[in-house]
């Protein structure tokens, strides 16, 4: 039997497999339970705790076509990662940049994790990332700060 990824290998596997849309090959990343939070979300997202969360979280359970906004060819660039005193935890800096399918836009933004691995799966991840700087790169930003009026009653 093989040995498992290391935390660096797993996070590496992850934001190459999120940019090349390698959709179950993300999902298998993760234990069955789980534990991701996007502590910044603008809109207080709720934790992922299950790879069914994930999958639809990462839209790969909607019909091919049902996205809405833009398509992103991506990359992740400025990788840092710091190995911590505990085995299982890394920190892990980088963008995200890319181009806008539809206009040819360059857009980057700037993202943190903060991921617990064991046995070679993610079981508890913090993704601290730029969620506007995202959204207006989709194209969505509107809707964004709309329901973000919404959601906090502006």
Known sequence: MP??????????KLVHGVC??????????YAERTHVEHPFHPLAAPPLRSREELR????????P?????????????GITVHETADPEVI?????????VVET?????????????????????????LDHLGSARA??????????VGEHYGA
């Not at 920190?91 to 181009?99: I, K, P």
């Not at 989709?138 to 709309?146: A, K, P």
């Open 56 to 63: 639809a979280h990462f839209g790969f359970s909607a019909p």
């Open 138 to 147: 989709r194209g969505q930003l509107g809707d964004v700060l709309d329901a």
């Open 104 to 128: 040819g836009e360059p857009f980057g933004y700037p993202a943190v994790f903060v991921m617990r691995v064991r046995d070679g799966k993610i079981v508890e991840s913090r993704d601290y």
């Open 65 to 77: 076509g049902t996205c809405t906004g833009y398509t992103l060819r991506r990359r992740p660039i």
């Open 91 to 99: 920190v892990a800096e980088f963008r995200y940049e890319g181009t």
């Open 20 to 29: 090349e849309e390698r959709g179950e090959e993300i999902i298998d990343l």
């Open 3 to 12: 040995e498992p990824l290391t935390p660096r290998e797993v996070f590496l």
